[in-house]
Every structure is written in structure tokens, then in C-alpha cells.
């Protein structure tokens, strides 16, 4: 068996061995695994059922990380996108007014469409026409666009009738529990603590045993009559298995048309850029990257995300999507190869059998991973020459009006626009490539519509 591994892998080849990969994949599971407890109560909010949300974020996160691991051997983790299962509920659905059903419809178009573009390799070709500012704008405006979410739903920040937002009240022990998770997921980030996000969100669990909220006299943390389960798989997965569909997807109003297309769009450019961004960036950490700077199977990986972002749509749950900074945990560890991911793949159906565990995790103990995972993603805006203003004023307007209108579509198109009148008012339109004129000649034109409708 090792030495049929050994030969699959390559392990020698990348200088590595199975006891590593075993390791490596363990570590990459245990920064990623958050995602099982995060993705029920965001997508519960769009009316889905959560233990089904649950089968299929483990489910679906297995199956992208198992099929990376084998067909690309390549060590990176897959699991339903950060930013994109809020988008998903709090805009697609719960804004926009689509039922869940037709905006998992949406992302499985988005999934498909990306199939088509990776067996073309027309994603490179868009990804290299696009504005570097743009590229490094766009994860750090969905990371402060989670972040915020997760202080909204801990209570932190809150609305107000005069200001917009405010201070939450931090009197309400629910908002202080939150609070700490924060800090104390920090202090073990910083620390270099393997698994900080999942020990962050079991701590703040357990303490909501103790705690209970003022409004309804109940525990934050309701203790399951079981940890483990043995639950159907068919029974478990119905409620959301096979359930998206096209009916009435294109029916409403001319307004919701188009908003149903920009959704579309939106996962896929957010699918696209995430992993040609992860293959980038993580892939020379590696070692994975030849003389000329090219990554062995990145072909294949871009499929295998673009697969994934179908295969969850189909199982029930938002776009699956390469991980960067959890995947780069485990290459840290030493972790070379496909071997890596699958090890990670087994792991999520592990959880499968802890499913009341996850289930019972409230959602003041997932905000500080949503908070956490929005530091992390802010990290590429060091890399731009802010002091410019025709860079700066996309990348400002990329990074506010995600957040701001909470609309990731609408940060991506104003940041566009705003990279456009940049170059065009600096003296550089003629370095602009068409498909960026492209672009933000069809962004201007959905605004008009958007404004006319």
C-alpha cells in the first residue's frame, strides 16, 4: 500500500512522505472543518433546512477535496465559499427575493459556466486581462464584507434609526461571548495554534451552556440528547438534495431579471478570481510552480472547483470553491500532494457522525470565525500602491461598497467603473485591454437599466 501510494502521489518526487501528507491534511482540516458549523445558520436564514445544509456542506466539501487530491494531486482544500453563502442568503435571497431553491439554481449556472470556461481555458485569458487592483481588491472587500456580518450577527454592531449602524449592546451577554471569541481566536491565531478557528468557536459553545439569552430565558447552547449520529444519509439530505430548480428563475419583474443575472455573474467572478488567486499564491508556497512559473494540473484544479461549485448547488448548499489560507496551513506542514487533500476529504465525512455536535453551535460562538476569516482575507491590499489615487479609488470602492450596499456584485462593479475613470483621468487608457472597456461598458449599461427599471 506505500509504496502504491508513494507512486500515485509522487510523494518522493515532491519530497514528502505519508506520514507528512497524513499530518498535512489533518492541519488543513482542522482551519477549514469551521465551515461545517458556519455554512447551517447562514443558509438556514434563507428558510433551508440546517442538518441538510450540514450533510451537504460536509458532503460536498469531501467530494471537491477527494477529487483535487486524485485527479489534480494537488494538497488543496475545497469547501462552500465565505462571502459568497452570505451573498447567497442575506442578497440572492432574502433581498433580492429569489427562493433558495432558485438561487441554488444560480450557483449551479455559475458552476457550469466555469466548467465551460476551465475545458476552453477562457479563465486564464479574463483573469489576465483583469486590473491587478481589482484581482487583490476583490477577496479583501468580501473579507470585510464576512467580518461584518458575523459582528452584526453577534449582536457587536447593530443598527440604529440615527447613525445607521452603532455600538451593539455589550450588557447583552450574548454580544460580550462573541466579543471574547474574537480576541481569543486571535490570541491563537497569533500564537501559530493549530485549529485556532475551531478552538475559538468550541469555546465560546461551551460557555454558552452557561449563558442565557435575556430575551428568551435559554441557554445559548442547547445540549443535543446525542453527540453521535448515525443518520440516514437519503432522510438527512432530502430537504435540500436535488431540490434547485429553473422555474420562475427569469419570471419576475425586469428588475429582478437582471438581478438574477448579475447574481450569476457575481458567483462566478467571485469562483474564478478565488481560485486563480489560491493557485497563484498558494501554489509558489508549495514548490508547485516550474521555471516558467506555470503549475502543474492548474487546468485541472480550476475544473475541479468549477465541478464543485456545481456538485454543491445539486446537494444543497452555496459554491465550493479552493481555500487559500486554510490550504496554506497544511503546506506548511509539509503537505505536497494530492494525498493531502484526500486526507482532508475523509476527515469532513468524518464529521458526518458528529452532526448534533456541529448542529448545536450557536451563532455567537461562528461569528468570530467570520471575523477572523475577514482579517485573514484583507492581507493582498498591502500589495497595492495606495498612494495612487486612480488605483486606490477602485480598489476603495471595491473594498466600501461590498460591505456598505452588502452586495459583492455591486463592490466588483463600481470598482470596475471606478479603475476605468482612474486610467482614462491618469493618462493610461490605452493600457486598459478591451475586455476591461468590455466590462465596464456592460456595468454602466446594468446601472442605467437598474436606474431606468
Not at 80 to 103: D, E, I, K, R, S
Amino acid at each position: 500500500m506505500r509504496d502504491k501510494l508513494n507512486q500515485f502521489f509522487h510523494l518522493s518526487e515532491r519530497g514528502t512522505n505519508i506520514k507528512t501528507e497524513i499530518l498535512a491534511g489533518t492541519t488543513t482540516f482542522l482551519t477549514c472543518v469551521y465551515i461545517v458549523a458556519v455554512n447551517p445558520g447562514i443558509l438556514s436564514a434563507a428558510g433551508m433546512d440546517t442538518k441538510a445544509v450540514f450533510w451537504a456542506t460536509a458532503v460536498a466539501s469531501a467530494i471537491a477535496c477527494i477529487w483535487i487530491g486524485i485527479w489534480a494531486n494537488l494538497p488543496f482544500a475545497l469547501a462552500p465559499a465565505m462571502g459568497l453563502n452570505a451573498y447567497f442568503t442575506y442578497y440572492v435571497c432574502n433581498t433580492l427575493g429569489l427562493p433558495w431553491q432558485n438561487a441554488l439554481a444560480c450557483v449551479a449556472i455559475s458552476g457550469i459556466t466555469f466548467m465551460l470556461l476551465s475545458i476552453f481555458k477562457v479563465q486564464q485569458k479574463i483573469v489576465d486581462a483583469m486590473p491587478d487592483c481589482i484581482k487583490h481588491s476583490v477577496g479583501s472587500g468580501i473579507g470585510f464584507f464576512i467580518a461584518f456580518t458575523g459582528l452584526m450577527q453577534a449582536g457587536i454592531v447593530t443598527s440604529s434609526p440615527d447613525t445607521l449602524l452603532t455600538l451593539g449592546d455589550l450588557a447583552n451577554p450574548g454580544a460580550l461571548l462573541a466579543l471574547f471569541g474574537v480576541f481569543l481566536t486571535a490570541v491563537l491565531v497569533i500564537k501559530k495554534v493549530r485549529g485556532a478557528i475551531l478552538i475559538g468557536i468550541l469555546v465560546v459553545t461551551a460557555l454558552g451552556i452557561l449563558v442565557k439569552d435575556p430575551m428568551t430565558g435559554i441557554a445559548y447552547t442547547v445540549i443535543p440528547d446525542r453527540i453521535i449520529s448515525f443518520d440516514n444519509p437519503v432522510a438527512a439530505m432530502a430537504p435540500t438534495f436535488g431540490k434547485l430548480t429553473l422555474k420562475g428563475l427569469f419570471s419576475g419583474t425586469p428588475e429582478m431579471v437582471l438581478g438574477v443575472i448579475f447574481a450569476i455573474v457575481s458567483f462566478l467572478f467571485v469562483d474564478l478570481f478565488d481560485s486563480i488567486g489560491v493557485l497563484l499564491g498558494v501554489s509558489s508556497k508549495a514548490g508547485l510552480m516550474d521555471e516558467k512559473g506555470n503549475i502543474p494540473c492548474a487546468g485541472k484544479a480550476l475544473f475541479v472547483s468549477a465541478g464543485g461549485a456545481a456538485v454543491g448547488a445539486l446537494l444543497g448548499t452555496n459554491t465550493v470553491t479552493i481555500y487559500g489560507a486554510e490550504s496554506a496551513t497544511g503546506i506548511n506542514e509539509g503537505g505536497r500532494t494530492g494525498l493531502t487533500a484526500c486526507v482532508t476529504g475523509v476527515l469532513f465525512l468524518f464529521t458526518l457522525f458528529l452532526s448534533p455536535l456541529f448542529l448545536m453551535i450557536p451563532s455567537i460562538a461562528t461569528a468570530p470565525a467570520l471575523v477572523m476569516v475577514g482579517i485573514f482575507m484583507i492581507e493582498p491590499l498591502r500589495k497595492l500602491p495606495l498612494d495612487d489615487v486612480s488605483i486606490a479609488l477602485p480598489v476603495f470602492l471595491t473594498v466600501a461598497l461590498m460591505p456598505f450596499s452588502y452586495n459583492i456584485a455591486y463592490g466588483i462593479l463600481f470598482g470596475l467603473i471606478g479603475y476605468t475613470i482612474g486610467q482614462v483621468a491618469s493618462g493610461k487608457a490605452k493600457e486598459m485591454t478591451k475586455t476591461v472597456w468590455v466590462l465596464t461598458v456592460i456595468f454602466i449599461a446594468y446601472l442605467i437599466l437598474e436606474i431606468i427599471l
